[in-house]
């Protein structure tokens, strides 16, 4: 079983996806990735690219707000550095 790092009771990209009453595949499917990326996206233990960012915004619906709080809640590590 995964370990839940600190916070994740409040996981908002969890929560997200199942507002939407969506699956992990489900989605991962929808944003073209999968679904152990998405995994380990919900568990915050491989960053992601602003292109990856804009398709799950783009997916779920997020509003601007929701994806800022998004951020908040991951960090700035979220995103893979620039090559």
């Known amino acids: ?3 839940k ?3 994740d009771n409040n996981n908002l ?6 507002l939407r009453n969506k699956t992990q595949q489900e989605i991962s499917d929808a944003v073209g990735v999968s679904r152990t990326l998405w995994s380990a996206w919900e ?4 960053p992601m690219s602003l292109a ?3 398709k799950i915004k783009e997916v779920l619906e997020l509003t601007g707000d929701q994806i800022l709080d998004l951020i908040e809640w991951w960090g ?3 995103f893979d550095e620039p090559t």
Do not use: Q, V, Y
């Not at 990209?13 to 199942?18: D, M, V």
């Not at 568990?43 to 491989?46: H, P």
């Open 1 to 3: 079983m995964p370990r």
């Open 5 to 7: 790092r600190e916070g």
């Open 13 to 18: 990209l969890r929560s997200f996806r199942a």
């Open 43 to 46: 568990g915050r233990t491989r």
């Open 52 to 54: 990856h960012l804009n």
């Open 76 to 78: 700035l590590s979220c």
